[in-house]
């Protein structure tokens, strides 16, 4: 049956419904070939701030996607919510995936971006363990102009302090934000091996180690 040439057909042999098309490929097919404002499906509901759910069926249970508040949640099967995106730009997972919980994967160089487009802003990972009942916080930051040394790469603890630091030009530090050298520690190194020195001279506190003999 077809209404208004292929506004509307119904093809009984397969039990499909098809809108614009008169060879729907699906129980309900809508096929549109004009622009963004003529194609779309709409689910409207004026009588609060929830919109219908979109109910997918399987033998492995019902998944839901619904809008609240100007944000898009994904639920499972037992109605929690596993993603959610909102108008913000905020992307939330929750759910867990028989790898991870989030897993990028292509067959070329694949890269995660994390972009911080604002002023004078940063970019973060926050890693959130559990001691008990206790959050244990780590925090991987590309510090943009947040603070100086502009740009650095760092690592700080649960109790915000910086204990990891890479400049831009390759410095590297611990226990400190502005290393002078390749490598600069402020605290103890324990070495259970030996330390080597190459064509340079080695100094440790006051003295000065010359091919592996030291001056006192």
Not at 134 to 141: A, G, S, T
Not at 148 to 159: C, Q
């Given at each position: ?26 129980p ?22 929830y ?8 033998s492995w249970?019902a998944r ?11 639920l499972?099967?037992g ?15 929750s ?5 991870s ?29 559990r001691?008990g009942?206790?959050?244990?916080i780590w925090?991987?930051?590309?510090r943009?102009?947040?603070d ?44 259970t ?5 190459f064509n340079k ?5 006051y003295?000065?180690?010359t091919?592996?003999?030291f001056?006192?």
């Amino acid at each position: 049956y077809t209404f208004d040439t292929n506004t509307l057909h119904i093809d009984s042999t397969n039990d499909r419904i098809g809108i614009g098309t008169i060879t729907p490929r699906y129980p309900l097919h809508i096929k549109t070939t004009g622009g963004a404002a003529s194609s779309g499906l709409l689910l409207e509901n004026t009588g609060s701030q929830y919109s219908p759910n979109l109910e997918f069926n399987s033998s492995w249970g019902a998944r839901y996607i619904r809008t609240e508040n100007g944000t898009i949640y994904f639920l499972s099967k037992g109605g929690g919510v596993v993603n959610s995106f909102s108008d913000t730009g905020d992307t939330v997972i929750s759910g867990s995936l028989s790898i991870s919980n989030l897993y990028v994967s292509s067959s070329g160089d694949t890269t995660l971006n994390i972009n911080s487009t604002g002023v004078n802003t940063m970019s973060q990972i926050q890693l959130i363990g559990r001691n008990g009942s206790v959050n244990q916080i780590w925090y991987v930051q590309s510090r943009g102009c947040k603070d100086s040394p502009a740009n650095r790469f760092s690592i700080f603890d649960t109790g915000a302090l910086e204990r990891f630091t890479i400049l831009t030009g390759g410095n590297v530090g611990i226990g400190t934000i502005n290393p002078q050298n390749t490598l600069n520690v402020v605290g103890d190194i324990n070495a259970t091996t030996t330390i080597f020195s190459f064509n340079k001279n080695l100094s440790i506190g006051y003295d000065l180690a010359t091919n592996a003999t030291f001056a006192q």
